[in-house]
Antibody, heavy 121, light 110 residues
Framework: VQLSESGGTLVQPGESLRVSCMAS????????LNWVRQAPGKGPEWLSS????????YYADSVKGRFTISRDNSKNILYLQMSGLTAADTAIYYC???????????????WGQGTLVTVSS | QTVVTQEPSLSVSPGATVTLTCALS?????????PTWFRQQTPGQAPLTIM????TPSSGVPDRFSGSIIGNKAALTITGAQVEDESDYYC??????????FGGGTKLTV
């Protein structure tokens, strides 16, 4: 299993950004996926999950209504579209694999290296 | 809003046993929460899973680490702690309906 996040950059408050996670080493459509972030000096925070077919999505209250998780099973890519970004969203964003198509329970597979999103004026 | 609580810090002498716990604000922790434990030694590096599905260790994890449910909490026990076990430890609980929540972490000093 390999997960590789990308798309992080410096953005201004209020802007939008999409980060991506490219996956390999497993049958992508057969597994739910998650986004997790870790702000500087803080613990990890679970953000969102999506089922294998993309039909079910779930969000933490902290990002509900601002972030949208999606996936392209033809390209083996997971996305997180973020809008209304604030300084509190500054973090390293990671994707993590779920246990099966309908279960986003994290497996013990390693996460990717993460992608850094910095929100600052 | 459900909160997952861990001891902010614990200290243990080398060779002693220490138990880190992970509690839910709204209910008892059970195996249905699929407790998972992560270790992060270096800020900026992704946390590594050391224990999942309550008590299954990841490959390469020393057998002094064990996971269980003790009372109404998930627990990570280190029997015979080593200096190299000094780290930040985080638990993760699955609440159902697609939602998971991390604990605030325990800073373990050996």
């Amino acid at each position: 299993v390999q997960l590789s996040e990308s798309g992080g950059t410096l953005v201004q408050p209020g802007e939008s950004l999409r980060v991506s996670c490219m996956a390999s080493g497993f049958i992508f459509k057969d597994f739910a996926l998650n986004w997790v972030r870790q702000a500087p000096g803080k613990g990890p925070e679970w953000l969102s999950s999506i089922s294998g077919n993309g039909g079910n999505t779930y969000y933490a209250d902290s990002v509900k209504g601002r972030f949208t998780i999606s996936r392209d099973n033809s390209k083996n890519i997971l996305y997180l579209q973020m809008s209304g970004l604030t300084a509190a969203d500054t973090a390293i964003y990671y994707c993590a694999k779920g246990t099966r198509q309908t279960s986003p329970v994290l497996t013990n597979d390693p996460w990717g290296q993460g992608t850094l999103v910095t929100v600052s004026s | 809003q459900t909160v997952v609580t861990q001891e902010p810090s614990l200290s243990v002498s080398p060779g002693a046993t220490v138990t880190l716990t992970c509690a839910l604000s709204s209910a008892s922790v059970s195996s249905n929460n699929f407790p998972t434990w992560f270790r992060q030694q270096t800020p900026g590096q992704a946390p590594l899973t050391i224990m999942y599905n309550t008590g299954t260790p990841s490959s390469g994890v020393p057998d002094r680490f064990s996971g269980s449910i003790i009372g109404n909490k998930a627990a990570l026990t280190i029997t015979g702690a080593q200096v190299e076990d000094e780290s930040d430890y985080y638990c993760l609980l699955y609440l159902g309906r697609g939602i998971s929540v991390f604990g605030g972490g325990t800073k373990l000093t050996v």
